[in-house]
């Protein structure tokens, strides 16, 4: 009996950290993540200094990396989840500070909404940290709230900048 094998799907995952060398944990999550069965392809954004969003703290090291997928989305989070836990990822309240945060922010042009797993992310358009890596992904990205680049104007009082010393990784 043949197996179906699932189609290959674009995804983007949002990366955050800021507990411990966030840089490097973020690029050593990346490498894990495009090591992954099921995801190839993996390209990364630049890496972007932000400041907290409802929450405090230092600030963050973030980044989004676009990928394809043959694996369905809840095996994608455990995925997320599972490099998460291996960089000591604790979750003690809503919006701590965190040794890394993978979000799971687009799987294809899907619409998802189950207990454990919203996408589009529920914020993502909200987002300034978000909002500029995906734009330098795909710059004309549009999503059900309007372009990236209107909705990251709509953002520029939240504090996002590119780290100089750090441009994009293509084919991790």
Known sequence: M??????ATLAYIGLGANLGDARATLL??????AAAPGVSNLKLSRLYRSSPVDSSGPDYINAVAALTTTLAPLALLRAL????????????????????DLDLLLYGN??????????PHPRLHERAFVLAPL????PGL?????????L????????????????????I
């Open 2 to 7: 043949a197996q179906h094998t699932p189609s």
């Open 152 to 171: 990251l104007e709509a953002c520029s009082d939240q504090f996002i900048q590119p780290l100089d010393d750090q441009t994009g990784t293509s084919g």
């Open 81 to 100: 989840q599972a490099i998460e836990q291996h960089h000591g990822r604790l979750r003690p309240y809503r919006n701590a500070p965190r040794t890394l």
């Open 135 to 138: 734009r330098e992904l795909t």
């Open 110 to 119: 899907q619409s998802i909404d189950l207990p454990d797993l919203t996408v």
């Open 28 to 33: 050593q999550a990346t490498s894990e993540l």
């Open 142 to 150: 549009v999503l059900v709230q309007g372009r990236v680049s209107e």
